[in-house]
């Protein structure tokens, strides 16, 4: 069955980075599967990150974020990376991998990571 | 920006039918999926592309869309049913409403 696994959470200093990693299996990863990034802020709702192409070669970011965090892919490793620097105490949130959906319009996400915690504070 | 509204809360008795919504400018013309959540777990999608439902998702659970809202409903509402529900849509990126919490008391 298809499985997304985070990892790379953790505490960090404001101005610090952390580099998140979510390993794909049970699927082609590199079958025109879009990669996202999605993050809950503790007490609120699901806000959209990043995702990036199959390929690689297009990516896009919420403006939260935009010039701080970087996603990138390995395909060989069925991984997908969310780099995040220049941290803020309001970046603090749960961070979800989450795959795009394949059929159809592919506007929807179709499986989702466990999460992983990222606590932004001195 | 474009944004999707939900009502903060929701209840209902179990085996009730309870709808929740999902409101937006022109949402008739877009792609709905819905999500759930429960705490401390990965969310799950209950219906993509505006009514459709993934397999192994309960036939108690489908969804509608007219004008500008998209709703879903679930029907004979269980104990298990409670959770976070969120609506998400594209309007140049990723949207997500703000969450309806349900409760099923």
């Known amino acids: 069955q298809v499985q997304l696994v985070e990892s790379g959470g953790g505490l960090v200093k404001p101005g610090g980075s952390l580099r998140l990693s979510c390993v794909g299996s049970g699927f082609t990863f590199t079958d025109d599967y879009y990669m996202t990034w999605m993050r809950q802020p503790p007490g609120k709702g699901l806000e959209w990150i990043s995702y990036i192409s199959s390929s690689g070669s297009y990516m896009s970011y919420a403006e939260s974020v935009k010039g701080r965090f970087t996603i990138s892919r390995d395909n060989a490793k069925k991984s997908a990376f969310l780099l995040m620097d220049s941290l803020r105490p309001e970046d603090t949130a749960v961070y979800f991998c989450a795959r795009r959906g394949l059929g159809g319009s592919g506007d929807y996400f179709d499986h989702w990571g466990q999460g992983v915690m990222v606590t932004v504070s001195s | 920006s474009y944004e999707v509204s939900q009502p903060p809360s929701v209840s209902v008795s179990p085996g009730q039918t309870v709808t929740i919504t999902c409101s937006g400018h022109?949402?008739?013309?877009?792609?709905v999926s819905w999500y759930q959540h429960k705490a401390g777990q990965s969310p799950v999608m209950v219906i993509f592309?505006?009514?459709k439902r993934p397999s192994g998702i309960p036939e108690r659970f489908y969804a509608s869309k007219s004008g500008n809202t998209a709703s879903l409903t679930i029907s004979g509402a269980q104990a298990i049913d409670e959770a976070d529900y969120y609506c998400?849509?594209?309007?140049?990126?990723?949207?997500f409403g703000g969450g309806t919490k349900l409760t099923v008391l």
């Open positions: 022109k949402l008739g013309g877009k792609y």
């Open positions: 998400q849509t594209w309007d140049k990126s990723v949207v």
């Open positions: 592309e505006s009514t």
